[in-house]
Nanobody, 122 residues
Framework: QLQLVESGGGLVQPGGSLRLSCAAS????????IGWFRQAPGKEREGVSC?????YYANSVRGRFTISRDVAKNTVYLQMNGLKPEDTAVYYC??????????????????WGQGTQVTVSS
């Protein structure tokens, strides 16, 4: 059974850092597209970053967030630096198991994790 499990969220002060992990089981990430998304209270879920053979970032996080993949651990990471209060949200990872096309839209992703809360506050 395919499963994605996020971890690494928490409470951090503005300017701080967190590293989120997305561990996959039941399939090999390989070069399938894996995306990170976030949803703040009262807002729609938005794309943050995506990795396949290419990497994409939303404008709001470019230069602060870094996505990476560890093939041996079948895990995708999101290193978040310079965190701001507006980064506060539940962060989700998602996988496209039949495509390596990287998109920051929620549509087209086949499997989602349960989410991990990130709170940026002093």
């Amino acid at each position: 059974q395919l499963q994605l499990v996020e971890s690494g969220g928490g409470l951090v002060q503005p300017g701080g850092s967190l590293r989120l992990s997305c561990a996959a089981s039941g399939f090999t990430l390989g070069y399938n597209a894996i995306g990170w998304f976030r949803q703040a209270p009262g807002k729609e879920r938005e794309g943050v970053s995506c990795i396949s053979r290419l990497i994409y970032y939303a404008n709001s996080v470019r230069g602060r967030f870094t996505i990476s993949r560890d093939v041996a651990k079948n895990t995708v990471y999101l290193q978040m630096n310079g965190l701001k209060p507006e980064d506060t949200a539940v962060y989700y990872c998602a996988a496209r198991v039949t495509s390596s096309l990287c998109v920051l839209s929620t549509s087209g992703y086949d499997y989602w994790g349960q989410g991990t809360q990130v709170t940026v506050s002093s």
